[in-house]
């Protein structure tokens, strides 16, 4: 694996991103509530982001963004073409400030729109249906309960789990995948990164993770039906079902991105549901008792609780939004969480109960889940599918102590540890060397 990007000076790097917290930390300290929310200190930003709901349309001056948690107004960035997720140069916003983000992501509407149509369940790039990733995500997931013990980290389940079931649905060889789980753990900050100036080491792990996916990825031969070819190709299938010869590169990148958009967005929105789910009494029970509201309550967690709580966009022209002027190249980020549930919310009454198969939906288009390479579609399957296989399998499943999130994550606020247990009383030891050295591995 390498340790420095092909070209440019790391020492400039990391002075950039030291600056860029810096000046983050700077406006937090002069009641910047968006800054406070990308300085993520603190498990729960939501006293911040009310305070940047209180009105439509909040202007961060230092930082140069404009954040919204206006159920309305989030609709329309995330819908409307006018906003993409990079500028008119193809850049990532403040892409000099925040280097080393990774580029897993980094692709303007035409090549979205192509690896799109690429990564559905059952072409190219996924080579199962829904059923068949539906059946690898509950044998994965029954194979990883038979490894632990009384108490174990489901974080550190959910990672494996997630790799595993991504590996055999991208192809990955067997011989691989081994390198492919640790590459896409290394990864695991790419959505952070785009907003949040992460440690010099781990930036640096995350290019080098993104390079050693590419590799990885680009050794997985075509499905049987598939062919590389040159050009630009077809991106449907044919009458008769199979796939035209496409190029290697968009198979790769669509790959690529379903990975990387997919792992941890899946990974966190397990634990919230679990959590979700344990932190209220009798809810994992009555879980146990109806399975299938497991979809429900994966609904309710997106709404409550997404797994990716900022949604960053660039105005790609000069446009009006809730009556304010912004000129092309405007940097926009939506609150995803406060415009489904704050004070702006299209999901009254009560919008901050959390009550799965109640009559509140998310916002349309406003669910936390990135709007990319069909990351959403397989990442509520997998999440859905281990949550009901995780409440068959544990009925008296509860937390066994405080997790722990990591810091420098204001997107995902993801879990670095989640200890459970699978019994109703008793603490029995296992051996926690495992999670240990994952959460060392994935925390700053």
């Known amino acids: ?46 006293p911040y982001e009310q305070q940047v709901a209180a009105q439509p349309l909040f202007r961060s001056e230092q930082l140069d963004t404009w954040v919204t948690g206006d159920a309305a107004l989030a609709r329309e960035v995330l819908t409307d073409d006018r906003f993409g997720w990079l500028t008119r140069a193809g850049q990532r916003p403040a892409e000099r400030t925040l280097p080393l983000a990774g580029t897993a992501l980094d692709h303007g509407p035409e090549a979205r729109r192509r690896l799109d149509a ?33 108490r174990f980290d489901l974080a ?136 299938d509201r497991s979809a429900a309550v994966v609904e309710e967690t997106l709404r409550c609780f997404p797994p990716v709580r900022l949604e960053s966009r660039v105005a790609q022209q000069d446009v009006t939004l809730g009556g304010v002027f912004l000129p092309a190249d405007s940097h926009l980020v939506v609150l995803v969480a406060m415009a489904n549930r704050g004070p702006r919310a299209a999901t009254a009454p009560s919008p901050d109960a959390f009550d799965p198969g109640g009559s509140r939906v998310p916002a349309r288009d406003v669910v936390g889940l990135p709007q990319l390479a069909g990351a959403g579609p397989l990442i509520r399957l997998v999440v859905t599918t281990a949550l009901r296989t995780l409440a068959e399998a544990l009925p008296t499943l509860r937390r066994a102590s405080g997790g722990v999130r990591w810091r420098r994550s204001p997107v995902l606020l993801g879990h670095a540890r989640f200890p459970v247990a699978r019994a109703e009383s008793g603490e029995q030891r296992s051996d926690d060397r495992p999670a240990l050295e994952e959460a060392t591995r994935c925390a700053s």
Do not use: K
Not at 130 to 140: K, M
Not at 229 to 239: C, D, E, L, N
């Open 1 to 46: 694996m390498i340790t420095v990007p092909p070209d440019g000076d790391p020492a400039t790097w990391a002075r950039r991103l030291q600056l860029t917290r810096a000046a983050q930390w700077f406006a937090g300290n002069h009641g910047d509530p968006y800054a406070l929310i990308l300085r993520a200190e603190t498990d729960d930003p939501t």
């Open 118 to 150: 690429l990564a559905g369940f059952g072409g190219p790039v996924l080579r199962a249906d829904a059923a068949g990733a539906r059946t690898r995500v509950v044998e994965t997931t029954a194979v990883l309960l038979d490894g632990v013990g009384e």
């Open 156 to 291: 550190v389940l959910a990672r494996r789990l997630v790799a595993a079931v991504l590996a055999d649905l991208l192809g990955v060889p067997a011989a691989r995948r081994g390198r492919f789980a640790e590459a896409l753990a290394a990864a695991g900050r790419t959505l952070d990164s785009r907003l949040c100036p992460q440690t010099v080491a781990t930036a640096l792990a995350t290019v080098a993770a993104t390079a050693e996916l590419t590799d990885l990825l680009g050794e997985v031969p075509p499905p049987p039906s598939l062919s590389p070819s040159a050009g630009s190709g077809p991106s449907r299938p044919s009458a008769a079902g199979s796939w035209p010869p496409l190029p290697a590169d968009d198979r790769t990148a669509a790959a690529l991105a379903l990975a990387v958009g997919t792992a941890e967005p899946a990974i966190t929105l397990l634990c919230n549901a679990v959590g979700a789910l344990l932190d209220r009494p009798g809810q994992w029970a009555l879980l146990g008792g109806d399975l």
